[in-house]
């Protein structure tokens, strides 16, 4: 299950991806929303995006996926992208495709263990307020929360 809460005027995209594997219609979300933030930095040249992706499952985004949003990220080239997953397997894979496939001297992306990390690393790069992403932190959870809800038998 994938929440995504976005702020156009920010720029800031917050996902919260739980349970199992992204559907067809979490896909299309994602791609809306990194269109939706590389459109905002082609408005605006002198903004930048924030991307936070708390992921807590042990069903990444397959091949085909991967692709798809590597293809739509390609067109967010000022940001800064933070990534939280407790995997140790899958931030030393991140690490390595961060080395093996660098971005542009405007995106830097680095991944992290806990939220709290990752929160304090955009802190320092954006300056935007701990409050305005524990903010969305909790708006992603909340809807996670209610879509668990409503899925269960009554």
Known sequence: MLAIK????RLISFSLHVGGA???ADMQEMVACIGGLSEGLKARKEAFATVVVVV????????TQRR????????????????????VLARGVMTAIRWLIPRGKDYRQETFATFEEARAW????????????DTMH??????VGRRLRETQPK
């Open 56 to 63: 807590e499952t042990a069903h990444p985004p397959n091949a």
């Open 122 to 133: 955009l802190v320092a790069r954006t300056g935007y307020p701990a409050a305005l992403l």
């Open 6 to 9: 976005f702020d156009s005027q």
């Open 68 to 87: 798809r949003i590597a293809e739509a990220s390609r067109k967010v080239e000022r940001g800064y992208e933070a990534v939280v997953t407790p995997s």
């Open 138 to 143: 909790e708006e992603a959870r909340s809807e």
């Open 22 to 24: 992204l559907s067809e």
